[in-house]
Structures are given as C-alpha cells and as structure tokens.
C-alpha cells in the first residue's frame, strides 16, 4: 500500500494531465483549443508582418529569387 501511494504522489502531475487530457478527447474540446492556438499564431504573424514591413519584404524575395 505505501508503495501506491508513492507512486500516486511522485506522478500526480502526470495522472492528472492524462486525465485532463482524457476529458478534452472525449468533450472534442481539442477543436477549440486548436482553432484557439490558430487564431493566436494569425494575430502573432499579422503584428510581426505588420512592424516588421520592410525586413519581411526582403526575407520573401530573397526566398523567391532562390526558387
């Protein structure tokens, strides 16, 4: 018995990660969280794009011209 608990209390964050994760499986929550993270990426990328002007327009013809 002092074994299982040892072993509850050195993985508890695993246990419970795995059960979290269980729950997001089973509601299809993933789909939120994974549009979440695509709106998140957008609005990073469109900011940098956005500031970042000139220096992008050079990485992308120098990207082109070396197609």
Known sequence: ???FKDFLYEYR???????VAIVILVTRLYQLV???ILIGMG??????IQR???V????????IDRM
């Open 1 to 3: 018995m002092n074994n």
């Open 13 to 19: 964050g695993a246990i419970i990660g795995a059960i």
């Open 34 to 36: 994974i549009g979440i």
């Open 43 to 48: 609005i990073f990328v469109g900011n940098y």
């Open 52 to 54: 970042n002007k000139y």
């Open 56 to 63: 992008v327009k050079e990485k992308l013809k120098n990207f």
